[in-house]
């Protein structure tokens, strides 16, 4: 299958390739796709080098799907071209999420929406996909009501710039090094914590919390589950944590909760207290699984379960998902 990946020279881009390999997707074709002064260098897939091609020269290549990671304005431009042309773009960016016309998929929550005349579609922020995965079986046997979730986000979430600002921070804090670094943010990260992720709007929350609070809803299906968010950036690597409230319509038994999330496609139950077993992002990192634990009742108020979630949000919150909507496009034959 003639595969092309826009935006192949970045973060999440990197990360798609190096999971089309490791998932064994049949890429008979690559088809690196970065901005103009990308064109002509090389990525490595498989082993072998590939050359960046432009837009153009993808679109005329015809690929089966285009995965794209390179921002909402460049989706916004170029994912209709790719469509036009019958190629199946799966794109990363918040572009196209709310747009009800396009559907936005998580394969372990409702990849059956999906379908061969879908060829814009979107992937979800990194940090709703994780919460909806855990999420979804609880809601199909309890009826969520309400979510209240505080995230604990990654600096790879931001891209390298991040990435550099708090190595940089931290170099210069051990060893008092003169080096410049890049700012990602206003604030220090490393040692720190921001409770901002993207800019601010007029109701006080940020894109990001807003991003939750919506895509949830379209994602489960739902637009009864009421959510509210807190989103933070912390000096970590490796995959965003979340603590998150949840109020069910009816009452639960924690052991059958155990017991739905140890059979939930794409969920890893580590939930062992008396042994201090619990998801971190350390052992989530490279990982594609959701990992759930701390299950405890709400003891203020009925039909309430307390619970973390942790996952890769460079891996299933973006690169992983995207290959999961492929698989599931090409198993259901709507690639060709």
Same mark, same amino acid.
């Given at each position: ?36 002064? $990308?064109?002509?260098?090389? /990525?490595?897939?498989? #082993? %072998? +080098?590939?050359?960046?091609?432009? @837009?153009?020269?993808?679109?005329? *290549? ?87 979730? $505080?995230?604990?986000?990654? /600096?790879?979430?931001? #891209? %390298? +710039?991040?990435?550099?600002?708090? @190595?940089?921070?931290?170099?210069? *804090? ?92 794409? /969920? ?69």
């Amino acid at each position: 299958m003639k595969v092309a990946v826009v935006g192949a020279t970045g973060l999440v881009g990197t990360k798609m390739l190096q999971v089309l390999a490791e998932r064994n997707f049949p890429v008979t074709e690559l088809l690196p796709v970065a901005s103009e002064k $990308s064109v002509g260098k090389e /990525v490595e897939f498989k #082993g %072998k +080098k590939f050359k960046v091609v432009s @837009m153009t020269d993808a679109i005329a *290549a015809k690929p089966a799907v285009a995965l794209f990671s390179a921002g909402g304005s460049t989706s916004l431009e170029w994912a209709p071209k790719f469509a036009e042309a019958g190629i199946t773009v799966i794109d990363n960016s918040s572009a196209w999420r709310m747009d009800p016309s396009k559907k936005l998929v998580v394969p372990e929550v409702n990849a059956d929406v999906l379908t061969a005349a879908d060829k814009i579609i979107a992937n979800p922020n990194c940090s709703t996909i994780q919460m909806v995965v855990a999420l979804q079986p609880l809601h199909k046997k309890y009826n969520i009501t309400r979510v209240v979730v $505080s995230t604990y986000q990654s /600096v790879t979430g931001t #891209g %390298k +710039k991040a990435v550099d600002q708090m @190595m940089g921070e931290r170099l210069k *804090a051990v060893k008092d090094a003169k080096d410049e670094y890049p700012m990602a943010y206003k604030y220090p990260i490393d040692l720190n914590v921001i409770p901002q992720i993207d800019v601010f709007l007029d109701n006080g929350y940020t894109k990001e919390e807003m991003k939750m609070v919506n895509e949830t809803k379209k994602i489960m299906g739902d637009d009864s589950i009421r959510v509210t968010a807190t989103t933070v950036r912390i000096p970590v690597m490796g995959g965003h944590s979340e603590s998150v409230n949840v109020e069910f319509n009816k009452d639960y038994e924690l052991g059958e909760v155990k017991s739905l999330l140890q059979s939930a496609p794409g /969920v890893v139950l580590v939930d062992e207290p008396a042994t201090q077993q619990y998801p971190m992002p350390m052992d989530a990192h490279e990982k594609d699984e959701v990992f759930v634990g701390r299950l405890r009742r709400d003891e203020t108020q009925p039909n309430t379960l307390n619970m973390w979630i942790v996952s890769d949000n460079l891996r299933k919150g973006a690169a992983t998902n995207a290959v999961q909507i492929a698989e599931y496009l090409m198993s259901k034959g709507l690639l060709k």
